[in-house]
C-alpha cells in the first residue's frame, strides 16, 4: 500500500462526510420536554435537515455530505444555531445517556401526521417500545456518514486486476471496510466514548439491570472503567437480536439475511399482537419490523427513493456510504464532535478500507462484539485484554497498532492541507491510549467528582454552559431566511402529502414490505 500512496497521495482526500446528530429536548426544570417539536423548525417528516428519531424530544440535526469536513461542521453549527434560536427556554442535552425521565410514560413517541409513511414511522416507533421499552430510545449518539472519493475508487478498482465492473468492485471493498471496522471500532468507544454514567432513573421501567452496576451516589450509577454504556448491551445493543447472524461478507448476503430476519415471525413477538382494533402496536410480529432496527456500529447505505425500502435501495444501486454509528456525543463539546475527531474517523475508515479484510465467520463475529462490549464496559481497565486472531492482547498494544498503522493514510491525507491536522489528530489520540485519564469518559467522571454531583446535574448544568455558546453567536440574516423557507416548505410538503389520496394502511404495508 505504501508504495503507490506515496505516489499517489491525493486520491484519499475529498471522500464526503455528513453527520447525523441526535439530542434529546430537555425543559428548564432539566426534564425531558413533553412539548411537540417546534413548529418553527418545519416537519419531522420532510425536513431534509430538522427531524426527530424515536421520540417527539429527540431531535435529529442532519448535514449533506461535503469533502471539506469543516463545511460539514459549518453547516452543523448552523443548524444548531437556528434550532436554539426556535427553543424557548429549552435546550438540547448535551450527553448521550437521558437524564430527566421518568420511566417510559414520560418519552412522548415522535409524530409525522396522517400521511401512510408518517403513520408508519409512528408504529415502527411504537413497535420499538413495546418489543424493548422506550427508556432505551431515548438514548442519543452521532452517525458519521462516508463516502469513498470517486478517483481513489478507479484506481483501486484498475489497480486490483479484477474482471467485476467498478461497481461491484466498489461494493465488496466497503463490505470489506465494514468487516475491518467491526474488527477495531471498539478503538472509537475507547477514545470517544463519553457515556459511563447513567441516572438511576433510566432504569425505572427495567429495574433488574441495576444490579450489574455500582453506585456512583444516590441518583448515578456506572462501571469504574467504563467508556460507552450507550455501546454496551443495556444501550443499543439487544439481546433479541445477539443471535442474528447478518452477513457482512457481500452486499447480496446482507441483504438477503437481513430480508429473511424482517419476514421471519418472533413468538415473543407475536405475542404482543400487530394490530387490535384498529390500533397497530407494530408493524409485524417478525425478528425485525424494518431494517433500522437491526443495530449495528455500521450499516452500508444507499439513498432510498420515497418508500423504498433500505435494503431495496442497496440491491437496486449498490453501497452509496457508510455509516458510522458508535459516537457518543461528547458533552465538552458545543456540537457534540469536534473537527479532530471527525479527521481521525475519515484516517480510520480508509485505514479499514485499504487493509485486507477477509470473511467474517460465525465465531469472529461473536469474538468481534465481545471486544466491543469488553471497550464499551471496562476500557479504561488497566492492562485490559481483547482477543485479536484468536489470541489475548492487552488494549493499549493494539490500539497503538491500529494508529501506528495509519501513520501512511495521515500523512496522504495531510499531502492536501496546508497544516498537518491529520498527524495532530493522531498524535493526540497516541496520547488518550497511553493515558485512559484524558480520555472524554474519564473526564465526565473527573468533572462529576469534582462538582460533587449526580450525573443528571452534571449533564443539565454542562448543557446550560454549551447553550450559552449558540446564544452568543446568532445567524446571520441570510441563513436563518434559508432554515425558514425550508421550515415553510417542509409544512407544505407534508400538507401536500397528506391532501393526496391514500392508500388503507394495511395495503400501503402490504406493498411496501412486498418490494423486492
Known sequence: MTHWLKNNPHLLSGGFKGIEKESLRINAQGLISQTLHPHALGSTLTHS??????????IELI????????????????????????????????????????????????????????????V???GLWHRYGRTMQAIAGIHFNYSVPEPLWEFLHEKSGKSQSL????????????????RIGWLILYLFGASPAICKNFFKSRPSLMAQFEEFDNGTLYHPFATSLRMSDIGYKSNNQADLAI????LDGYVESLSAAISTP???????????????????????????????????????????????????????????????????????????????????????????????????????????????NSGRKPNVELVKNGETITLQNWARDILTSMQPICEALDSTETEKPYFETLELQCELVGNPDLTPSAKMLAAMR??????ACFAVNQSAELAKVFAAQLLDAVTRQEFVNLAAESHAKQQELEAAPQLPFEQ?????????
Not at 449533506?64 to 453547516?75: E, M, V
Not at 429549552?90 to 414520560?106: R, T
Not at 471493498?173 to 467491526?182: D, M, T, V
Not at 452477513?247 to 457481500?250: E, G, K, P, T, V
Open 63 to 122: 448535514t449533506p455530505p461535503f469533502s471539506d469536513i469543516r463545511d460539514t461542521l459549518k453547516t452543523l453549527q448552523n443548524i444548531h444555531q437556528f434550532v436554539y434560536e426556535n427553543l424557548g427556554d429549552e435546550q438540547l442535552l448535551c450527553a448521550s445517556m437521558p437524564c430527566g425521565i421518568d420511566g417510559d410514560d414520560s418519552i412522548r413517541i415522535a409524530e409525522y401526521g396522517s400521511s401512510n409513511i408518517g403513520q408508519m414511522k409512528h
Open 450 to 455: 469534582d462538582m460533587k454531583k449526580p450525573f
Open 266 to 376: 418472533y413468538a415473543d413477538y407475536e405475542k404482543i399482537g400487530v394490530c387490535e382494533n384498529g390500533k397497530y402496536k407494530q408493524l409485524n410480529a417478525n425478528v425485525l419490523q424494518i431494517e433500522n432496527e437491526f443495530y449495528s456500529i455500521m450499516r452500508p447505505k444507499q439513498i432510498a427513493l420515497s418508500g423504498e425500502k433500505p435494503t431495496s435501495a442497496l440491491h437496486r444501486g449498490g453501497v452509496e456510504y457508510v455509516e458510522m454509528r458508535a459516537l457518543d456525543l461528547n458533552p465538552f463539546q458545543p456540537l457534540g464532535i469536534d473537527e479532530p475527531t471527525a479527521r481521525f474517523i475519515e484516517a480510520l475508515l480508509l485505514t479499514c478500507l485499504l487493509t485486507n479484510s477477509p470473511e467474517i465467520t460465525a465465531d469472529e463475529l461473536r469474538i468481534n462484539n465481545s471486544n466491543q462490549l469488553i471497550v464499551a
Open 508 to 516: 400501503f404495508l402490504t406493498h411496501y414490505f412486498s418490494q423486492l
Open 124 to 126: 415502527y416507533r411504537h
Open 247 to 250: 452477513d457482512y461478507n457481500s
Open 49 to 58: 435537515k430538522i427531524t426527530t428519531d424515536y421520540s417527539e424530544a429527540l
Open 167 to 182: 461497481a461491484d468492485f466498489k461494493n465488496a471493498a466497503y463490505f470489506g471496510l465494514i468487516r475491518n471496522f467491526q
